[in-house]
Every structure is written in C-alpha cells, then in structure tokens.
C-alpha cells in the first residue's frame, strides 16, 4: 500500500466503502434492496436531495434505478447513478462561473 | 452549506475538483486534452495505472475514451472512466472475500 493517496482514489474508495455498509445490512450482502437503498439515499445524499423525509426524491431514483424489475440495485447500477449525479453537480456548479467562459467562446 | 458532508458527498466533489484541476491548465478550461489527460492519469491513478511512466496505461485509455476522435475528453466522459475503473476495483477486492460470499450462493 502506497503512504498517500490521491483524491481519485479516496473518491473510489468512498464509493465503494459507502455501497457495502449499506448492501451488506441484510439479504443478498452485495446489492441494495430498496430499504437499504433509501437508507443510503436519505443518509450520505440528504444534501443532494434536499433532506426531503417524505419519499418523492427516493422513490424518483428507486424506479429509475428498478428499471430491470429484479427489485435490487447492484454496484454497476450504483456508480451510473453516482455518476449522473456527479455529471449534474458539476453542470449545476459550472453553471455560476458566467464570468469565465471556455477561450472558444464569444461573450 | 451544511456544517458536515457525507463520504458520497465529498466522492462526488474530489471527481469534479480533480477534473477542473487539470482541464483548466491549457486550451479549453472544461475539457482534458491528451496532455491534460495524461498528467491527470499519471499523478492521480499512479496506484491503479501500476505507476508505469511509460505510456502504455495512458494511451490505452486515451485511445478507449477518444473514440469520438475530438481530441478532448469532457467531464461526462470522464466519469464513465471512473465509473468503470471503480467497478473495476470493487469487483477485485470482492475476489478477495471469498470466506464471505452471498447468501444464495453455494460453496
């Protein structure tokens, strides 16, 4: 093991360590049922979801995510929403830098 | 902003603060050129590209992730990278917990 990491590899990690608390709470240890999976979404993204205590948010994400109907959300399933919701943050936070537009672009 | 945030929570800001880190040296401040991409591989990802300073790591994932052959990597691309290198990651420690598989699995 390297002394330090990067900021990358703490982002995996977190990612990782953060999916197994959850999934592994009760049933099959390597997926999120949908309590363990609004447990997750309430707990470590309340920010993100405004900490709504009523379910629109989670259920929103829940049926997105429960497209294929098995009724658990695996790890690949997982980062796609991370992911997406990483992809909205950053054009959300790009969004109020108006003063400093890309070189190619005219004001 | 909240006093505290979640470990998922600082993931998705070490994604979008490592990004801009490097696309903002040269050219477009939004996107990663080859040389951007590269440096950004090499001091991030040293752990996982096996800090190989030869560049045989880096271009094959420049090669994978310039497919649209623009020149330049956007931060949506980006995170499918990441997404996958954590798949990745997480798949490998999993081989690792073979005293400790699902539930409906059989040894």
Redesign the interface.
Known sequence: M?DT????????Q??????HKYSGKE????TLNRGELKELLL??????LGNSKDNEAVEKVMNDLDANNDGEVD??EF??L??A???A??DF??EFKTD?K???QSS
Request: with cysteine; proline share 5%.
């Open positions: 390297p990491i990067s900021d990358l590899e703490s982002a995996m977190m990612l990782i360590k953060t999916f049933g099959d240890k390597y707990e470590e993204l309340g920010t993100y790890f690949t980062i796609i991370m992911g919701l990483t992809v943050c950053n936070f790009l400093d890309p070189k190619g």
